[in-house]
């Protein structure tokens, strides 16, 4: 695989896979997050795109097998993975679309509208939070970008946590490794200490959080 395919060269692995672009999500020094459509049952999925050309081998590898792991998580307050795989310099992780947005567009709009989100809503969004983080920390997974944007609404109201674990997947990447992991305002002081990210670095940004839903800033 050589260099990043052109966007519009994109629908022909995506057609690969049997899957169609529906519209672009998001794009970051990562590569590009996308809205796909399953042409076998038409579900909604969210398929980001990273650009793995210039990585090794190995590093290849490595990130593909970071992949199949995270898709052996099944947890209800975490974005299931569906699948991962490589195609023309690009890695594509699939995983679950959540219809109700992100955490940091709610309060964004409480924000907006002057409204206080509610005591028992927080409480409510922050055990499901936990929940998912304990899974994940039981299962030797550092989140390592907790946000209130790694987390999603699903249909019903509930918390997912999402983006787990992809640090580590692009941290396999040479072209992410110059990157800092992490997203500054959320980052605990030892990180800023340049000391390595451990388990009590992710509870640090989980307090963040909870600052942030009750002070909507």
Not at 166 to 187: D, E, F, H, M, N
Request: glycine share 8%.
């Amino acid at each position: 695989s050589g260099m990043p395919l052109p966007h519009r060269d994109v629908a022909a692995i995506l057609a690969k896979h049997n899957y169609t672009e529906l519209r672009k999500i998001g794009e970051g020094s990562f590569g590009k997050a996308l809205l796909v459509q399953s042409v076998e049952d038409g579900s909604k999925i969210v398929c980001k795109m990273v650009d793995v050309s210039q990585a090794s081998a190995k590093e290849t590898q490595d990130a593909v097998k970071e992949g199949r792991l995270l898709a052996a998580f099944k947890h209800p307050y975490i974005v299931r993975y569906r699948e991962s795989f490589i195609d023309s310099g690009w890695l594509c992780i699939l995983m679950d679309y959540c219809e109700g947005g992100d955490m940091a567009k709610q309060i964004e709009v409480s924000k907006r509208k002057g409204h206080q989100i509610p005591e028992e809503q927080i409480v409510r969004w922050m055990c499901q939070a936990l929940l998912a983080l304990k899974y994940l920390h039981e299962k030797h997974v550092l989140h390592r970008d907790l946000k209130s944007g790694n987390f999603f609404i699903s249909n019903s109201g509930n918390l997912k946590m999402g983006d787990f674990g992809i640090a580590k997947v692009l941290s396999c990447t040479a072209a992410c490794a110059r990157t800092q992991i992490g997203t500054p305002y959320y980052l605990s002081p030892e990180v800023c200490q340049e000391k390595p990210y451990t388990w009590p670095s992710d509870i640090w940004a989980m307090g963040c959080i909870l600052y942030e839903l009750c002070a909507l800033k």
